[in-house]
């Protein structure tokens, strides 16, 4: 009875993590529980802030596509790319067409890499890691085209001011198409998985459930929004360099739960592998850079958007006439959809809560393993993110 | 006194058996830009399979023998870098994986930033790249492993040319 009353009167806090190596910007999480419902959570973000917009004030043109790759190491080339896209529109030289043809073929590819990626992460989370090392094994083989075409696994450096930095040769053709081939038949495979088995179904279906009211008011982004009904993709609203060319179908669901989210990336994959095989059908000949890109670029402003795996990703980039910007503003969508999570993780079951982060696609750098000692201020429990994915796994295997 | 000293011997030789051949990871991303440590996952995954030579990534640091640092290290995560490596259990042994952790990368200047993982900690072994390969790192944890092993110094030292870099 008094245990009753000092949990109504007082909040029970579970902190998950001060740092949480899982995601992107690792965040120190907080949830109030009621029991095993959360009634209330709050995020502190930041732990990997760096400065890079500051920092892009004090490097040339140049060097800033080195940096802004650098943002993620996952979307390295989203960044690359809207970033490169932005200051040509500044410049205003215009990339040949074979070139943005050879931009927009790494990004799908990129795109296909980061989903496969997110698969597994998510799968894991589940309990499922059958499902992670599947994918992950069938992830190196995009992991291998791109190293093929560009020198590097992770950052590749494909963009250049003006241009792309290598062609696409009849061989790079002929392994990219047997390649996209066999992702496809995978991912039939997964999609099947995620959509039958009943394991699975129990941690995703009605969970997380983000109406359409809701994901507008959120401003959602990206795979998370258009698994909530939101009719939002900036390759389909404003189509920007080969998107023009080679159109894309944009995959929306309903649902708006999680089960939603796994069957929209995972049918953005086969759009990705479509698109894919029209370009390389249809490349465009022509020069792969342009023959001068100005040192200095003439003031003026302008906003570039593009759509990364995770959501739009959006540049204001301000240049007074010099070598380098004077601003340089990044917004990305993760953060965008940090809130979501802390909305939606209302009324759930702690056990939901690694499945509602997952949800989001969070920018996963490392699969959690999380570390998670902060100060042991108050008298409460501290869980690690590894004891709560646990707890989830246990949770829902009583459950059966 | 041989009797205890022959006894501690063996046990010796039993301590760097069991350490060499199970290390426990803790993987720690201090502000890396995540290039790093999808790479460290990778290494995990069907493709190079590290779990062969022992290694397990694991989450508490109080179970860990290695840790396996990425990025520069930012002013917010370096309480939480020096916190996880005094409750890291002796002996333990730092890699420093990648560009940023060794020299701060590419984020060298930014205010944000403190520089590379040697200010804070102590680093055992490094792994350039950016970001290293999956068989860059194997071969850094097997360095380190056969150094763990035989008491030698450790071979993997830090780049030369990176240490100019301002």
């Known amino acids: 009875m008094m245990l009753e009353m000092t949990q109504k009167e007082e909040k029970f806090i579970i902190p998950i993590g001060p740092q949480h190596p899982a995601l992107k910007e690792p965040g120190h999480f907080e949830f109030a529980v009621d029991g095993e419902l959360v009634t209330d959570a709050t995020v502190r973000l930041g732990y990997v802030h760096r400065g890079i917009e500051k920092g892009a ?15 993620c190491g996952i979307c390295s080339h989203i960044h690359a790319f809207t970033y490169a896209r932005g200051v040509e529109r500044l410049a205003e030289v215009e ?306 | 006194m041989n009797i205890t000293q022959e006894w501690n011997d063996i046990l010796d030789k039993v301590k760097t058996w069991a350490r060499v051949n199970s290390p426990w990871l803790i993987h720690y991303n201090s502000g890396s830009c995540n290039g790093c440590d999808i790479e460290i996952l990778a290494t995990l995954t069907p493709r190079y399979d590290a779990e062969r030579l022992g290694v397990k990534l694991q989450g508490s640091p109080r179970h860990a023998d290695v840790l396996v640092c990425t990025g520069p290290v930012t002013m917010q995560s370096r309480d939480r870098l020096q916190r996880i490596y005094d409750q890291m259990p002796d002996p333990k042994f730092v890699v420093a994986v990648g560009s940023c952790a060794i020299s701060g990368g590419a984020f060298q200047g930014c205010y944000n930033v403190i520089g590379h993982i040697d200010e804070v900690i102590p680093v055992d072994a490094y792994i350039p790249g950016c970001p290293p390969r999956p068989e860059a790192i194997i071969d850094g944890l097997v360095k380190l492993l056969t150094a763990i092993k035989t008491g030698a110094p450790i071979q993997t030292e830090k780049p030369e040319e990176l240490l100019d870099v301002v």
């Open chain 1, 95 to 400: 990339v040949p067409p074979r070139a943005q043809a050879i931009r927009v073929l790494v990004a799908e590819l990129e795109r296909i890499h980061s989903h496969m990626l997110w698969f597994g992460v998510a799968a894991h989370e589940a309990g499922f890691d059958t499902l992670f090392m599947f994918s992950w094994r069938d992830r190196e083989t995009i992991m291998d085209i791109l190293e093929g075409l560009t020198g590097n696994r992770v950052n590749y450096s494909a963009n250049v001011l003006g241009g792309v930095k290598f062609d696409v040769t009849d061989e790079h053709r002929k392994t990219i198409l047997e390649a996209v081939d066999f992702m496809e038949k995978r991912t039939k495979h997964y999609l099947n998985v995620v959509t039958t088995d009943a394991m699975f179904l129990q941690r995703t279906r009605g969970i997380g459930v983000a109406n359409l009211q809701q994901a507008h008011r959120l401003g959602i982004l990206g795979p998370t929004a258009r698994a909530s009904g939101v009719k939002r993709d900036v390759r389909v609203d404003a189509p920007y360099s080969a998107y023009k060319q080679f159109p894309i179908k944009m995959v929306v669901e309903t649902a708006g739960d999680l089960e939603a989210r796994f069957v929209v990336r995972l049918k953005e994959l086969f759009e990705s592998y479509r698109l894919i095989r029209e370009i390389l059908n249809n490349m465009p000949e022509g020069d792969l850079q342009v023959k001068r890109f100005p040192r200095r670029i003439k003031p003026g402003e302008v906003i570039s958007r593009v759509e990364a795996p995770r959501g739009e990703v959006f540049y204001y980039i301000r240049s007074n006439g010099g070598e380098m910007p004077e601003r340089l503003k990044v917004r990305t969508p993760t953060m965008m959809n940090m809130a979501s999570v802390l909305a939606m993780a209302v009324g759930h079951q702690l056990a939901d809560m690694p499945m509602l982060l997952v949800g989001i696609d969070p920018c996963f750098s490392c699969n959690d393993r999380g570390v998670a000692i902060c100060n042991s201020k108050g008298d409460h429990d501290q869980w690690t993110w590894e004891r709560l994915r646990q707890h989830g796994i246990d949770f829902y295997a009583e459950k059966v």
């Open chain 1, 57 to 71: 004030e004090a490097r040339n043109w140049n060097q800033n596509l080195y940096l802004v790759e650098r943002i």
